[in-house]
């Protein structure tokens, strides 16, 4: 398995961040992704990524523009060694306009665009216009975190060349409209995550993650943890310890 979306660099893993990662890897947990949120952290993911071996991220998050000055950077000019671009996206309860929002994100994807690097795309109360402002970008490497968007809009993504990762509340039997957009995505786009801290799963919880998924989908659980975490190595061009013949 691969947890595609933990911020591991958090101050909650403090206590016992290597403790954490151990009981991560002890219930088949590869590696995990650290994305960054702000310029704030940009130095401790990288960091924490060196420390412990991990793939990273470097991006700037929406909830990291209130009291950004316009002119200040939203990438750092050294980008050696991530693996993607993120976590940057739209977020509709973010009290910045979604013009400046759109902005932002449009100067990480160009950078991405040039680097050749995937996205980590958070989207909250935005997807009556991601979708175009993303289409001059495609096909784009990337991923849709925590996917909120129904599932009609499944389709839209895929066919911009995005995976849709899903999270722990996909194992909630009340969540309908993540449970039904789980169940659209295609098996080479589909990702797991355990969002961590912030929707309250540590690493080590995506083997239960990966059985509420397959139940959802009528899968196997073990095929769709090998399946995501394949397609995890695939987008971020990552060498996992996977399974012989996984892909």
Do not use: K
Request: aromatic residues 4%.
């Amino acid at each position: 398995m691969f947890d595609s979306h933990c911020h591991f660099d958090h101050a909650a893993f403090d206590p016992d961040r290597a403790a954490c990662l151990q009981r991560a890897r002890a219930a088949g947990v590869s590696s995990l992704l650290i994305p960054s949120v702000s310029r704030d952290n940009w130095g401790a993911v990288r960091a924490c990524a060196d420390r412990y071996g991990l793939p990273f991220a470097l991006g700037t998050h929406p909830l990291a523009l209130p009291g950004l000055p316009e002119e200040a950077p939203v990438l750092p000019e050294d980008l050696s060694g991530a693996c993607a671009i993120g976590e940057c996206g739209l977020d509709g309860g973010v009290p910045v306009a979604m013009e400046r929002q759109e902005a932002v994100l449009r100067a990480q994807l160009i950078r991405a665009r040039e680097l050749d690097l995937p996205v980590i795309l958070h989207a909250v109360r935005c997807h009556d216009r991601l979708p175009a402002l993303l289409r001059p970008f495609a096909p784009l490497a990337g991923v849709l975190h925590s996917y909120s968007g129904g599932a009609e809009l499944v389709a839209v993504y895929e066919r911009l060349g995005l995976h849709l990762s899903f999270g722990p509340i996909v194992m909630n039997p009340a969540a309908r409209r993540p449970v039904a957009a789980l169940q659209r995505v295609r098996a080479d786009r589909l990702l797991l995550e355990s969002d961590g801290p912030d929707q309250r799963m540590m690493p080590e919880g995506l083997s239960g993650l990966a059985a509420a998924a397959a139940l959802h989908r009528g899968e196997a659980a073990q095929a769709v943890a090998v399946q995501t975490a394949t397609n995890a190595a695939r987008l971020f061009r990552l060498r996992l310890d996977l399974p012989a013949g996984s892909g």
